[in-house]
């Protein structure tokens, strides 16, 4: 594998093991808002999108509780659900191994600035991160947006960054950015679905991704 200047990482279901306590949050917001639940499988499919677009996808004939839907989300997942969202296993050690080679490291994720600000202290990984874009600086995945902004502000050629994440969505956004990007399958979608849009590789774990890039 081609010895890449920059790789960006998407967060939940990526750096970030919480895409069971995503799925509990929109299905807590819906019950207490009044209207059905989603499926699992389609709360699943809308990680990586912005909140405001993830409870269009899922309650398109509410439109007038999409306000409350988002606002109940964001004070479940922060307040009062419990569900564990440990990094997924070797997260900071691949992190440090690639630093350390002089790669430079980067977030494009759905998640909100104030979200994402949170876990980069809480997981005390935010040194690792030269720059970070989130859905509040950019138009929500797939659109390119945010890499082109990342490939922008770092000053680095497509040809050499690597998106890294576990949906479609993540395939798609660094598709339509023309750039390389690498599957994961710890988190929401399995290596047939990722493949679908020409990744280098997938992955099954951070030891497989370190074998690949470190």
Sequence with gaps: MKPYKLV???WDGTVMDSVAKIVNCMHQSARVCGVVCPTDEAVKNIIGLSLE???TVLFPQQSHLHADLIAGYK????HLDNTPTPLFAD???TLAALKNRGVLLAVATGKSRVGLERLLDETQLRDYFVATRTSDDALSKPAPDMLLQLLDELNISHDDALMIGDTKIDMAMAKAANIDRLGVT???HNAQQLNEFTPIATVDSYQQLAARLV
Excluded at 75 to 78: I, S
Aim: net charge negative.
């Design 8 to 10: 960006i990482f998407d």
């Design 53 to 55: 677009q993830a409870v």
């Design 75 to 78: 004070h479940q997942y922060k």
């Design 91 to 93: 997260v900071e050690q």
């Design 186 to 188: 710890m988190g929401v």
